[in-house]
C-alpha cells in the first residue's frame, strides 16, 4: 500500500507530473494552429465547445510538434527538463543537439511523445478536480441538486446521490494513476530517444580527453616553473648562508637570483592559473621560451653556486616558437634535476643536426634523479614534452655520468 501511495503521490512522481504539464503547456500553440485547420472545416467559429472538436485540433497540432522538434536546441532542452523532473541520471540523456538523422528522428519521436501524453494529461488536470468536486459535495451541498448542471436523472435516487462522493475521490485516484503512469513510461523511454548515440560518446571522450590533456600540460608547467624554482631558490639560499659572512657580493648576488626567480615564477604561475580560471591567460606573462629566457635561466641557476658550462651551437632565435618554449622547459627540468641530484657541475649543450634540435644534459653521477614518491614529474614531464612534439629522449647512467639527451624535430606537425 505505501509502494502505491509513494507511486501516485510521491515526490518522484509530482516532479513528473510537472514534466506533463509543461509538455501540455508546449502543446498550447499546436493545438491553436491546428484549430485554425478544423475550424473552417467543421463549420464552427469556435472549436473549444466540442470535444471532438478538440482533439481533432490535438491531433492536426501533433505532426507539426514533430516537424518543429527537428531544430537542434530541442534535444538539449528536453534532455535538460526530463533530467531535472523525471528522476534520470546525468549520463542517461545526451547533453548536445541530435548529430544523425536517427538520433534527430528519436528526438521527434520524444518530443511527439511529451506534448501527446502532456496534452492529455494537462487536459485531465483542468477538468476532472473541479468535476470531481461537484461530486464530493453534491449530497452536502443542496443547491447543486437544484442547478442544472446536466447531472444525469440516476442521481435523483437517494442510494446514488450517497455514491458521488466515493465516485468523486475515484476520479481524482484515476486521474493521479494516469498522470504516474504516463510520467513512469515517458522516464522509461527517454533513455532509449533521448540518450547518447555512439557518435555522442566518441565527442564527449573526446572532449574529456582534451581536458585531460590540458590538465596535464597546466600541471607540467606547474611542476617545470615552481618545482625548478623552489629546487633553485633553496639551493641559492643555501650557498648565501653558508658565505654570508665571508662572501658579501656572492649574498648580493644570491639574494638577487632569489628575488629574479621568485618573480618570473609568480608571473608564470598567474598564467597558468588565468588558464584554470578563464580558459585563457589574455594580458598574462608569455611562456619563456628558450631565445629569450636561456641567459637568465642559466644566471638564476649558476647563482646557486652551481658551474653550468653551456654550449650553444645554434642560434635559439631561429627555432619554431613551440619547439622552442618546450625546450626551455626541458633544459629547466634537466638543470632542475641535476640541482636536486648531481653535484656542483653540469654540462649543457645545444646544436641543431638533420633537421632536429639536440639538447644534451651532464653532470656526474649523483643520487639518481629517480621519481619522488606521490607524484614526481621530472623525467616523466621531459618524456611526455617530447612525444607531443614528436622527438625523442633517453635518460640514464653511462660511466659515472648522468646523461640525458634530447631529440626534438624542427619540422613536421608536432
Same mark, same amino acid.
Not at 502505491?4 to 503521490?9: G, S
Given at each position: /500500500?505505501?509502494?502505491?501511495?509513494? #507511486? ?19 502543446? /498550447?500553440?499546436?493545438?491553436?494552429? &491546428? ?22 485540433? #490535438?491531433?492536426? &497540432? ?24 523525471? =528522476? ?28 501527446? #501524453? ?5 487536459? /485531465? ?5 473541479? #468535476? ?78 582534451? +581536458? ?92 646557486? =653556486? ?27 627540468? &634537466? ?18 643536426? +638533420? ?25 616523466? =614531464? ?13 635518460? &640514464? ?18
Amino acid at each position: /500500500m505505501t509502494e502505491t501511495l509513494r #507511486f501516485l503521490f510521491g515526490r518522484r512522481a509530482r516532479r513528473r507530473w510537472i514534466h506533463l504539464i509543461l509538455g501540455g503547456a508546449l502543446a /498550447m500553440p499546436y493545438v491553436l494552429v &491546428g484549430s485554425v485547420v478544423i475550424g473552417p472545416l467543421a463549420g464552427v467559429d469556435d472549436v473549444f465547445t466540442s470535444l471532438p472538436l478538440q482533439l481533432g485540433s #490535438f491531433a492536426v &497540432g501533433l505532426p507539426l510538434a514533430c516537424v518543429t522538434s527537428l531544430f537542434p536546441l530541442t534535444r538539449p532542452l528536453e534532455s535538460a527538463a526530463a533530467r531535472a523532473l523525471c =528522476g534520470l541520471g546525468p549520463d542517461a540523456l545526451a547533453h548536445g543537439p541530435a548529430r544523425t538523422r536517427a538520433a534527430r528522428a528519436r528526438t521527434a519521436a520524444w518530443f511527439t511523445l511529451h506534448l501527446g #501524453f502532456g496534452g492529455i494529461i494537462s487536459g /485531465m488536470s483542468l477538468a476532472v478536480p473541479p #468535476f470531481a468536486a461537484v461530486l464530493i459535495a453534491l449530497p452536502l451541498v443542496s443547491w447543486l441538486r437544484d442547478a442544472r448542471l446536466g447531472l444525469p436523472e440516476v442521481l435523483d435516487h437517494t442510494w446514488a446521490l450517497a455514491l458521488t462522493p466515493i465516485a468523486g475521490l475515484a476520479t481524482l485516484l484515476a486521474l493521479a494513476a494516469c498522470a504516474a503512469g504516463s510520467g513512469a513510461l515517458l522516464a522509461r523511454w527517454a533513455p532509449a530517444l533521448l540518450g547518447p548515440t555512439p557518435e555522442d560518446r566518441l565527442a564527449a571522450a573526446e572532449s574529456r580527453a582534451a +581536458d585531460l590533456a590540458v590538465r596535464n600540460r597546466l600541471a607540467r608547467e606547474l611542476h617545470d616553473s615552481v618545482g625548478h624554482a623552489l629546487s633553485a631558490v633553496t639551493l641559492q639560499a643555501s650557498a648565501a648562508r653558508r658565505v654570508l659572512d665571508s662572501d658579501p657580493e656572492f649574498v648580493r648576488e644570491a639574494l638577487a637570483a632569489i628575488e629574479d626567480t621568485t618573480r618570473r615564477t609568480v608571473g608564470e604561475l598567474d598564467a597558468v592559473l588565468g588558464v584554470l580560471r578563464d580558459g585563457d591567460a589574455p594580458g598574462t606573462a608569455p611562456a619563456p621560451t628558450l631565445a629569450d629566457d636561456l641567459d637568465g635561466l642559466l644566471r638564476r641557476t649558476r647563482a646557486g =653556486g652551481q658551474r653550468v658550462t653551456a654550449a650553444v651551437a645554434t642560434d635559439p632565435a631561429a627555432l619554431p616558437a613551440l619547439v622552442s618554449r618546450e625546450a626551455y622547459r626541458i633544459v629547466q627540468e &634537466g638543470l632542475s634535476n641535476a640541482l636536486k641530484h648531481a653535484g656542483e657541475r653540469v654540462t649543457l649543450r645545444i646544436e641543431t643536426a +638533420d633537421e632536429h634540435l639536440e639538447i644534451t644534459l651532464e653532470n656526474p653521477l649523483g643520487e639518481a634523479p629517480a621519481e619522488r614518491p606521490g607524484g614526481g614529474h621530472g623525467l616523466r =614531464g621531459i618524456a611526455d614534452r617530447v612525444r607531443l612534439l614528436g622527438g625523442t629522449s633517453q635518460a &640514464g647512467a653511462a660511466g659515472g655520468t648522468w646523461r640525458l639527451r634530447v631529440r626534438l624535430p624542427l619540422k613536421g606537425p608536432a
